[in-house]
């Protein structure tokens, strides 16, 4: 079981993407898009794609069901889930998640999941999970440059923080003093909450 983390438009769900077309491409015995790979055999391949919005309470029972059915299978499964915090409350959803990956993780399973709630769900799981991130190099000219690739065993930085990161450079190069160190303080501030 791994979490995916990362950016905001970082190519966390083209990675996913690309996972599951290597997999059914290998599968079918046809070329795959790698200098190279090894893919092992799956008996089964599930995606699960981002959700838009949080679920109403009919339509995320559903769901948590689908991924009960999901655990009990287990052994040859590929799980691969895009985000799925959205289903409802973040803190709720970090522990539902957790939930989901230590039944997989129990019953053989190997799943990919992209989460921006890595770290939530890393500590509410009951095994450790591996956590590996796209990371952002930074911005430049207002455009996130990012190392696409991820690194494994990486928490990667996300958007908001660069965001906050660069208006605190910017608050102290502000000509104004008293603005600029209002506003250098308060942007520390919330970098520090990082």
Not at 17 to 23: E, F, G, H, I, S
Not at 42 to 56: F, I, P, R, W
Not at 139 to 158: C, I, T, Y
Request: net charge negative.
């Amino acid at each position: 079981m791994a979490l995916l983390s990362g950016v905001n438009s970082g190519g966390k769900t083209s990675t996913l993407d690309l996972v599951a077309t290597v997999v059914v491409l290998a599968h079918m015995g046809l070329p795959v898009p790698a200098d190279d790979a090894r893919v092992t055999r799956v008996e089964e391949l599930h995606y699960h794609a981002k959700t838009q919005g949080t679920l109403d309470a009919g339509a995320f029972e559903s769901t948590v069901r689908e991924f009960a059915d999901l655990a009990t299978g287990g052994e040859g499964s590929l799980v691969l889930v895009d985000e799925l915090e959205s289903i409802t409350e973040p803190g709720a959803s970090a522990k539902i998640i957790a939930g989901i990956l230590e039944a997989l993780h129990e019953n053989g399973a190997t799943g990919v999941f992209v989460s921006h709630l890595a770290g939530e769900i890393r500590d509410a799981a009951d095994f450790e999970a591996t956590v590996d991130g796209i990371e952002a190099r930074g911005l430049k000219d207002g455009e996130l440059q990012v190392n696409r690739s991820p690194v494994k065993d990486h928490f990667a930085r996300s958007t908001p923080e660069l965001i906050v990161e660069k208006l605190a450079t910017e608050a102290d190069g502000d000509a104004d003093a008293s603005a600029a160190a209002y506003e250098a303080a308060f942007y520390d501030g919330l970098l520090e909450k990082f």
